[in-house]
T-cell receptor, first 120, second 108 residues
Framework: QVQLQESGPGLVKPAQTLSLTCSFSGGSVTSGHYFWSWIRQLPGKGLEWLGY???????YYNPSLKSRLSISLDTSKNELSLKLSSVTAADTAVYYC????????????WGHGTLATVSS | SYVLTQAPSVSVAPGHAASITCGGN??????VHWYQQKPGQAPVLVVYDDSDRPSGIPERFSGSNSGNTATLTISRVEAGDEADYYC???????????FGGGTRLTVL
């Protein structure tokens, strides 16, 4: 059964870097025509796309976060990672990893999400 | 950047049909996808490519897309359909993903 599972520290101090990983099981991040993405949801708000990566291509980022964001694939670990630098309380959110099919550009597989809280 | 606009809320009585709209400039030229999100859960794809349903999604969920408006229609609404619904497109011009602001469906 294919699934995604996010993991991370849960609590990050302001001005530090938030690092999250997303493990993919039941397949390989290099197989098929898939784009691997991070999406977040601020408390009580809607979905915000952060960025995506295709394993052999340059990542695409949300312009509003591009200067602080890095998304990459670790093919040896079958993982997707996110690094968001200089975080503030406004970055407190549930962070989801998701897989988009190249054929349809829809997100057909989502992780359960992980809450990251920025607080001193 | 491309913008998708959704009404914040829609209410419907059980057994009736609900229509949730997603507005965007010439959105009819793009493929629109719809997600259902229940409280505390991750979103679930319910319609892709305007009107196709993933396996396991009831036929009560359907979609259409033309001009500046895409629509998700849920027929014979049930209490279990109460959730937030989001539309999404892939803006090929910029390579960016765009979500609508979401619509909360309330079943009366």
């Amino acid at each position: 059964q294919v699934q995604l599972q996010e993991s991370g520290p849960g609590l990050v101090k302001p001005a530090q870097t938030l690092s999250l990983t997303c493990s993919f099981s039941g397949g390989s991040v290099t197989s098929g025509h898939y784009f691997w993405s991070w999406i977040r949801q601020l408390p009580g708000k809607g979905l915000e796309w952060l960025g995506y990566v295709y394993y052999s291509d340059t990542p695409y980022y949300n312009p509003s976060l591009k200067s602080r964001l890095s998304i990459s694939l670790d093919t040896s670990k079958n993982e997707l990672s996110l690094k968001l630098s200089s975080v503030t309380a406004a970055d407190t959110a549930v962070y989801y990893c998701a897989r988009a099919t190249g054929a349809t550009s829809s997100f057909d597989l989502w992780g359960h999400g992980t809450l990251a809280t920025v607080s001193s | 950047s491309y913008v998708l606009t959704q009404a914040p809320s829609v209410s419907v009585a059980p057994g009736h049909a609900a229509s949730i709209t997603c507005g965007g400039n010439n959105v009819g030229s793009k493929s629109v996808h719809w997600y259902q999100q229940k409280p505390g859960q991750a979103p679930v794809l319910v319609v892709y490519d305007d009107s196709d349903r993933p396996s396991g999604i009831p036929e009560r969920f359907s979609g259409s897309n033309s001009g500046n408006t895409a629509t998700l229609t849920i027929s014979r609404v049930e209490a279990g359909d109460e959730a937030d619904y989001y539309c999404q497109v892939w803006d090929i011009t910029s390579g960016h993903v765009v979500f609508g602001g979401g619509t909360r469906l309330t079943v009366l």
